[in-house]
């Protein structure tokens, strides 16, 4: 166990249908990022908070990802209008002002019909 | 940022030193050479990261060539629980400390 928390772990949904994942970083930590996995890849960037700031956004974040951390603690992605190319593991990890290594939560695990 | 090139795929007898080689020809001065490892269906977990001296943990031992643009990730003692994809990563030279990832290498410990 890392510290860092997602949830849900899995989730499978309908094309179309929205759906929303939440990360609970270690609560020291001032930086926050998300990034996807497709199967035999490795993860991508998607984006980057510090506190609750949103300060850098992969181009492969479409106008149906918005992501959030309100109050600079948790953060939750959200994917509107699913597609079937969305299905992938999302993975969360924070890492604090000194700290040198990022830590990654389990991932949530997106499975589109 | 720079690229990182790794073999695809390595083999290793439990209990034999893993060596997992990694190329990064166009590292800057002032960019880390970091390890992470992904057992498979689980989030990446942080080894071991070093900038010119070799460095070794409880993980693991990384040697960093004295020109930088290779080193070399060590499990003294490999067992069945170390079978993961290893990535290679040279950390962004940015504030943000954004992780960008290759495809790693598949690292199968056989009993």
């Known amino acids: 166990d890392t510290g860092v928390s997602q949830d849900p772990r899995h989730k499978i949904t309908k094309r179309g249908q929205n759906v929303t994942f939440r990360c609970d970083p270690i609560?020291?930590?001032?930086?926050l990022y998300w990034y996807r996995q497709t199967l035999g890849q490795g993860p991508e960037f998607l984006t980057y908070?510090?506190?609750?700031?949103?300060?850098?956004k992969s181009r492969l974040l479409s106008d149906r990802f918005s992501a959030e951390r309100p109050k600079g603690s948790f953060s939750t992605l959200e994917i509107q209008r699913t597609e079937q190319g969305d299905s992938a593991m999302y993975l969360c990890?924070?890492?604090?002002?000194?700290?040198?290594?990022?830590?990654f939560g389990q991932g949530t695990r997106l499975t589109v019909v | 940022d720079a690229k990182t090139t790794q073999p695809p795929s390595m083999d290793c007898a439990e209990g034999r030193a893993a060596n997992l080689p990694c190329n990064h020809s166009?590292?800057?001065?002032?960019?880390?050479v970091y390890w992470y490892r992904q057992i498979h269906s689980q989030g990446p977990q942080y080894i071991i990261h070093?900038?010119?001296?070799?460095e070794t943990n409880e993980m693991a031992s990384l040697i960093i060539t004295e020109d930088r643009k290779s080193s070399t990730l060590i499990l003294p003692h490999a067992t069945l629980r170390d079978t993961a994809v290893y990535y290679c990563?040279?950390?962004?030279?940015?504030?943000?400390?954004?992780?960008?990832w290759g495809l790693g290498t598949s690292l199968a410990v056989n009993p």
């Open positions: 990890a924070s890492t604090g002002q000194k700290n040198t290594e990022a830590f």
């Open positions: 908070f510090q506190n609750e700031a949103q300060l850098e």
């Open positions: 609560s020291e930590h001032n930086r």
């Open positions: 990563i040279v950390l962004s030279a940015g504030n943000n400390r954004k992780l960008i």
């Open positions: 070093g900038l010119k001296n070799n």
């Open positions: 166009t590292i800057s001065g002032n960019e880390y």
